[in-house]
């Protein structure tokens, strides 16, 4: 099992759109692409005072590398745009892959 680990930070102002927008529209797209088996979607609970935004991790579960590497190579191009055009400079994302073990 591959997890492919998407951490963003939105900014409040966005936030509860971003919120509904990822549920409604950008989770099943991803799913739909056929790559992942199920997704977790999940907030940092985080008690540093002066930070901003609220920072949210989705993890998708991917069956092997070779799903992953489909997802990526014809899939996460188009579908990081529609994030980009619709909050562009309102959020910021890292990707990570892990490999249960």
């Known amino acids: 099992m591959i997890v492919y680990n998407v951490t963003v930070n939105i900014e409040t102002e966005v936030e509860a759109d971003w919120l509904s927008w990822m549920k409604q529209t950008h989770i099943p797209e991803v799913l739909q692409t056929g790559c992942f088996t199920e997704h977790r979607f999940l907030k940092l609970l985080n008690d ?27 899939f996460a191009p188009g579908l990081q745009k529609k994030v980009i055009d619709r909050y562009s400079n309102k959020f910021v994302a890292f990707r990570t892959f892990l490999e249960e073990v």
Not at 60 to 73: E, K
Request: hydrophobic share 30%.
């Open 48 to 74: 540093d005072p002066e930070a901003t935004g609220t920072t949210y991790a989705v993890q998708y579960f991917a069956p092997g590398i070779t799903s992953l590497n489909n997802y990526l190579d014809n």
